[in-house]
């Protein structure tokens, strides 16, 4: 095709041609090698998403029988490496990051990895807050979910300060941390509360309904058109 775009006798059509042919891809309709290249990072990127997620699941799946573990990712559409862990010591969100061999550093609600500052405290009570509001929902009384931010990596972690409320550890002592919580929840308590988190219609928001249309002015008797307030 390309060939028919310049005639010796004729006008050069090229730029017309790549005017016309879709962003990132050359004139023949073929994508870009830069485009081709960002696809196998991405690709890759993804695999390597998926393992972690897997090699996280696996981690809290061997907390011990009084625990129940469920994927936030497959439930209710939360990010990758997010999972719901019941059992004795409680409900936690936990979310798990692999900083790798960088350093991480805490400062409160600031954590600091390579020069950046990810809002890894703020995921978690986001987690967290998303499984509360579901469960609590769904349950018709307040059910507290405590948020957990596990680092799956090998480098050093320094503490200045940790945040309030957000249960800091490593992704090899996450076990012994969660079980060190003690025993708030009885066994039939944690085995409902998975029940709950492990229906889907736990994390299907509600359609809003205005306040107008949920007030009746008038009994089904009076809709005939009897005699209204």
Request: hydrophobic content about 40%; aromatic content about 8%.
């Amino acid at each position: 095709m390309a060939s028919f775009l310049h005639a010796a006798d004729g006008p050069d059509l090229r730029p017309l041609a790549e005017e016309y042919a879709p962003a990132g891809t050359l004139g023949d309709g073929r994508p870009s090698a830069l485009d081709w290249i960002r696809g196998r990072l991405a690709e890759r990127e993804s695999r390597r998403v998926e393992a972690a997620h897997y090699r996280a699941a696996q981690r809290l799946a061997s907390l011990g029988d009084n625990w129940r573990v469920l994927d936030l990712q497959a439930a209710a559409g939360s990010d990758p490496l997010s999972f719901l862990a019941v059992g004795p010591g409680g409900i936690f969100a936990v979310v798990v990051r692999d900083h790798g061999r960088s350093r991480v550093s805490f400062a409160g609600d600031v954590v600091q990895v390579d020069g950046r500052r990810p809002k890894y405290v703020q995921q978690a009570r986001a987690v967290a807050k998303v499984a509360a509001t579901a469960l609590s929902r769904i349950a018709g009384v307040i059910i507290p979910v405590m948020p957990v931010l596990a680092f799956a990596g090998t480098g050093r972690i320094s503490v200045y300060g940790l945040p309030k409320g957000v249960i800091i550890s490593s992704y090899q002592e996450l076990g012994r941390v969660l079980n060190a919580r003690g025993h708030r929840l009885a066994g039939e308590t944690v085995d409902k509360v998975y029940a709950l988190a492990a229906d889907p219609h736990t994390w299907i928001n509600p359609p809003y309904v205005p306040l107008a249309e949920r007030y009746r002015w008038y009994s089904d008797s009076d809709e005939g058109g009897g005699k209204r307030p």
